[in-house]
C-alpha cells in the first residue's frame, strides 16, 4: 500500500479543492457579451456613458464614437444586465450579439 506524498495537495481536503474549482468554472460559464445602442442626442457623451458601465462592473471593450456603440462583458443573467443597462440615462438599446460561423473553405456545404 502507497502512502500519500507530504506535499501540500495532499493535505488539502478534496471537499476544498472541488468547491474552488467548481466556483471558478460558474463564474467563467456566466460571463457574456453585450451591445449597448447610445441614443442620437447622447453621442457626445459616450464616454461618460461607457465609464458609469464600468463603474456598475462591466468589462468595457470597445466604445465605438461614430456608431453609437459600445461592447462589453457582463456576468450574471443577461436579462437582467440589459434592464439595469437599459436604465441608463442615454442608452437606447441593449442587445446579446448574434454569432455566425462560415463553413471552412474545403468543405462540401458553403
Do not use: C
Request: hydrophobic residues 30%; proline residues 5%; aromatic residues 2%.
Amino acid at each position: 500500500m502507497k502512502r500519500p506524498s507530504k506535499n501540500s495537495d495532499a493535505k488539502k481536503p478534496v471537499a476544498e479543492t472541488t468547491k474552488s474549482s467548481t466556483s471558478s468554472r460558474k463564474s467563467a460559464e456566466h460571463k457574456h457579451s453585450l451591445v449597448v445602442s447610445v441614443k442620437d442626442d447622447h453621442l457626445d457623451q459616450i464616454d461618460e456613458i461607457a465609464q458609469k458601465l464600468r463603474k456598475a462592473g462591466y468589462e468595457v471593450d470597445q466604445v465605438m464614437k461614430m456608431g453609437g456603440g459600445i461592447t462589453l462583458q457582463g456576468s450574471g443573467d443577461p436579462e437582467a444586465n440589459k434592464k439595469r443597462i437599459k436604465s441608463i440615462e442615454g442608452v437606447d438599446a441593449v442587445e446579446v450579439p448574434v454569432g455566425y460561423q462560415v463553413a471552412p473553405p474545403e468543405s462540401d456545404i458553403q
